[in-house]
C-alpha cells in the first residue's frame, strides 16, 4: 500500500515560514502531477498549488507570490516553500498525487499549518 507521508506543519507568526514535504512511502509510477490542498474549519478543501511532470504549475489566488511548489520526480517528493504566512493560511495542508491510470489518485494524511497573528 503506497502512502504520501506529509512532514513540515506547525505553528509559525504572522510574516514567518515553512516548508512542506511529502515522500511516497515506495515508487508510485505514472504519476502526472502532485500538488497540495488545504482545508480549513468549514471549509471545503482547496488547491493550494499544483505541479506536473513538465514542471508547469498552478497557484490559488491567494497564495501567488508567496507560496512555492517544487518537485523531485525521482523520489516522488514535492515541497511547498510558503513565505509570508498569514492567519488566513491556516489550515490542514494535503499531499496528493495524480496518475495516469488507476489508481488515480492518492492523499497524504494531512499536517496541520497553524499561523498565529
Known amino acids: 500500500q503506497v502512502q504520501l507521508v506529509e512532514s513540515g506543519g506547525g505553528l509559525v507568526q504572522a510574516g514567518g515560514s515553512l516548508t512542506l514535504s511529502c515522500a511516497a512511502s515506495k515508487s508510485i509510477g505514472s504519476i502526472n502531477a502532485m500538488g497540495w490542498y488545504r482545508q480549513a474549519p468549514g471549509k471545503r478543501r482547496e488547491l493550494v498549488a499544483r505541479i506536473n511532470t513538465g514542471d508547469n504549475t498552478n497557484y490559488a489566488d491567494s497564495v501567488k507570490g508567496r507560496f512555492t511548489i517544487s518537485r523531485d520526480n525521482a523520489k516522488d517528493t514535492v515541497y511547498l516553500q510558503m513565505n509570508s504566512l498569514s492567519p488566513e493560511d491556516t489550515a490542514v495542508y494535503y499531499c496528493?498525487?495524480?496518475?495516469?491510470?488507476?489508481?488515480?489518485?492518492?492523499w497524504g494524511q494531512g499536517t496541520q499549518v497553524t499561523v498565529s497573528s
Open positions: 496528493n498525487a495524480e496518475r495516469l491510470t488507476w489508481p488515480y489518485t492518492y
